[in-house]
């Protein structure tokens, strides 16, 4: 069974530099700083353009998580999984 590995970015890294990087070393996923996400609603398709899942970390509030849903990232990594799943659904 093969595993699959992510990139956890700082959170200064860019998703740019970051895709870069997942695709160099073999990764599937990046693990971004919400900051570096938030506002760029262009990351997640240069993203899936490249074949790297982009997740985002750590997502404060349901309203990040709504922009970042709309924006089309693949999940977010949260403080309140829960509340975000009961407002924005599974």
């Not at 971004?32 to 997640?44: D, E, F, K, N, R």
Request: with cysteine; aromatic share 4%; glycine share 8%.
């Amino acid at each position: 069974i093969a595993v699959s590995t992510a990139f956890l970015a700082m959170p200064r890294m860019s998703v740019t530099g970051g895709i870069a990087y997942v695709r160099s070393a073999g990764h599937q996923e990046l693990h971004a700083h919400v900051s570096s996400v938030l506002g760029s609603a262009t990351m997640p398709e240069r993203a899936r353009a490249a074949g790297v899942g982009l997740v985002t970390w750590t997502v404060a509030s349901v309203a990040d998580a709504e922009q970042l849903r709309d924006a089309g990232v693949d999940a977010v990594i949260c403080d309140d999984p829960a509340e975000v799943v009961r407002k924005l659904g599974p």
